[in-house]
Each structure stands twice: as C-alpha cells, then as structure tokens.
Nanobody
Framework: VQLQASGGGLVQAGGSLRLSCAAS????????MRWYRQAPGKQRELVSI???????NYADSVKGRFTISRDNAKNTVYLQMNNLKPEDTAVYYC??????????WGQGTQVTVSS
C-alpha cells in the first residue's frame, strides 16, 4: 500500500496550497482519510479527517481556512489550505484508517509559510 502526498511548497503568509494524497488502496472509499502535520520540535497533530461517509472535522487552528475533500473514483484525498500562516509550517502527512483494522501513512510533504 502506498500513500503519495504532494502539493507542498513555499508560500507567503495569506497564500494558498492544495495538498493531494493518492492512495493505492483497493477499497479506498471504506477508509477514513486524515491529514496530520508535524512542525520541528513538536508532536504530530491531527489537522483534519474525512470519514468514509464524507463527514469532516478540523483542528480548531485550521477551521475556516482548510477544507478536506475526497474523490473516491481517483483514490485521492485533498487538503485545500487558504490564508496560510507561518504557524502552519510543517511536514504534512496523509493517513488512511479503518478503525480497528488497519492504518497506513504517506511519506509527508513539506509546507513552509513565510511571514
């Protein structure tokens, strides 16, 4: 199983990026998909989740700025990030999760927001 994250980069504060995560999962639609991030010296934190039913949730720090979505036909989950702030700088990881069954991680993509 592979989760390939892409779309990171360097952006100025107030800018936008769209992360993508393509998953080689045979039953992608059955997985909850999550985005995590880890900044230098900090613990990995959950940014957003979209369930197999399409329910979404966000960390308080990104509510109103980030939007998670999925395209089951393409086995891909997205994270649209708007109004980026320097504190959003981190490596972003995608995660595929079936509760109590299995979990997979992508390799991470770097997001750097300059002030």
């Amino acid at each position: 199983v592979q989760l390939q994250a892409s779309g990171g980069g360097l952006v100025q504060a107030g800018g936008s990026l769209r992360l993508s995560c393509a998953a080689s999962l045979s039953r992608f639609s059955m997985y909850a998909m999550r985005w995590y991030r880890q900044a230098p010296g900090k613990q990995r934190e959950l940014v957003s989740i979209i369930t197999s039913d399409g329910n979404k949730n966000y960390a308080d720090s990104v509510k109103g700025r980030f939007t998670i979505s999925r395209d089951n036909a393409k086995n891909t989950v997205y994270l649209q990030m708007n109004n980026l702030k320097p504190e959003d700088t981190a490596v972003y990881y995608c995660n595929a999760w079936r509760v109590g069954i299995e979990e997979y991680w992508g390799q991470g993509t770097q997001v750097t927001v300059s002030s």
